[in-house]
């Protein structure tokens, strides 16, 4: 049998679900289980080669690979499968190894075959929003499940799976690679180049925005096909700590509100510069001050916002306004639209699964508590939308979220942040 007839059959068996055959496919591991008492399928290693255990022959058997010092299974490497080989393989693809495990541990095990398979990257966010948009209350029996929609017996299957899959980081995920720990010369090279250049005018914010955008874009790029590719993944990775520590520190936030200091052109690798010793000294007072100040900030607001809105009522179902927020409803977002009303000629208009067909790619006014007519501090119920017209007990607290946000956005600032240029939507500010 040759590695991949074996890996595809040692996965129908349910060998994905022991953290044991895992490591010993994509790693060199020392045996410490005597011959006999390895289980059916299971997979053996020994200085002779990769073997698997036969339940047939009752013994092991070896797998046509010869040894030669490295793991069974590279990381990188692709399998073809053919469609039905596994159950969540509907067509003939090549893939790699580890999608075809992964879909096996985080979407195979939890929902069957519900999940289709994805060859690429897996968005988890937007698998857990949809979750989240389709859950509900555990059926009776198995059989009576719909297939569209996710049950909490599932989601624990989905958050066992989660845990189980974090074992694997050692063996798929690097923490470094030599050019992680260094930076292209080239990018330093063109970073004297654009700081030290009299036209332009660093101090300027847009200005340091766009130079510190192409510097950062030409060190992201230089990471093309390196290991570390994998790794360095968050947002902040390379705008932020890649470029504070290799390209420059900049502009840190200043004592004032909204201020900044003056651009700081070494980076923390340069070492300080001493010369500008004020300006670090500044920021770092500023980023522990805010982080008191501003925290307080949010839940000062929050009180206040939840004893200006303990008296809001819902007095009446409809106030009749013929103002509303702009939306456009689309097929990602639609499900978030039903059971609110649009304004329509004739009133009022709820969007339903029966009638969202004929709203989509179309901008619809959407009914608003911001918009709402009925006299302050009191939202009739259409303006408040499905959600929270069903609970008009909680509406002091909703009306307080305004608190947490700004809590949230506060300690998010005193992080470490990079400086970018964004276009402003005030329709979607406003809405
Ligand atoms: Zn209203």
Redesign the pocket.
């Given at each position: 049998m040759d590695k991949r007839e074996y890996f595809i059959r040692a996965l129908n068996e349910g060998l994905y679900r022991d953290k044991r055959w895992v490591l010993r496919m994509f790693s060199l591991v020392r045996e410490n289980q005597k011959e006999d008492q390895v289980p059916d399928w299971m997979a053996y290693q020994s200085t002779g080669g990769f073997f698997y255990k036969d339940p047939e022959a009752g013994r092991l058997v070896q797998l046509d690979e010869k040894p030669n010092g490295k793991p069974l299974i590279d990381y990188d490497e692709d399998i073809f499968i053919k469609k039905g080989e596994l159950p969540f393989i509907t067509e003939d693809m090549t893939t790699k190894y580890r999608r075809v495990l992964l879909h096996a541990v985080m979407f195979w095990y939890p929902f069957g075959t519900k999940e289709k398979f994805t060859n690429g990257q897996v968005d988890l966010g937007k698998f857990e929003t949809r979750i989240a948009k389709n859950f509900a209350d555990d059926a009776e029996t198995q059989e009576a499940e719909l297939p569209e929609l996710y049950y909490p017996r599932q989601l624990e299957l989905y958050y066992e799976a989660g845990s189980y899959l974090r074992s694997f980081a050692m063996l798929f995920v690097p923490a470094a690679s030599p050019k992680s720990l260094s930076i292209d010369p080239a990018v330093l090279k063109r970073r004297d180049e654009l700081l030290n250049d009299p036209n332009i005018n660093i101090d300027d914010q847009a200005i340091a925005a766009q130079v510190e955008a192409e510097l950062v874009k030409m060190d992201k790029d230089s990471f093309k096909g390196d290991l570390a590719e994998r790794f360095l993944i968050s947002k902040k990775d390379f705008p932020v700590i890649r470029k504070k520590r290799m390209i420059a520190v900049g502009s840190e936030s200043g004592l004032r509100d909204g201020s900044k200091t003056p651009y700081i052109k070494a980076s923390l690798d340069d070492g300080i510069d001493i010369q500008r010793f004020p300006d670090y000294n500044n920021g770092m007072r500023s980023g522990s001050y805010k982080r008191g100040v501003e925290t307080q900030a949010g839940g000062e607001l929050f009180k206040w916002l939840i004893r200006q809105a303990l008296n809001i009522q819902m007095p009446?179902d409809?106030?009749?306004?013929k103002i509303g927020m702009p939306d456009i409803i689309d097929d990602a977002n639609k499900t978030q639209f039903l059971g609110y009303s649009i304004i329509g000629e004739k009133g009022p208009i709820i969007l339903a699964e029966d009638n969202i067909g004929s709203y989509l790619g179309k901008t619809v006014l959407r009914?608003s508590?911001a918009?709402?007519?009925?006299g302050a501090p009191d939202?009739?119920?259409?303006?408040?939308g499905p959600k929270l017209s069903s609970n008009p007990d909680a509406l002091p607290v909703a009306f307080s979220q305004f608190g947490n946000d700004v809590m949230l956005e506060s300690m998010g600032a005193m992080h470490g942040k990079s400086l970018e240029i964004a276009l402003f939507d005030i329709v979607e500010q406003a809405s």
């Open positions: 009446m409809d106030c009749g306004t009914r508590p918009t709402c007519r009925t939202y009739c119920a259409t303006c408040l």
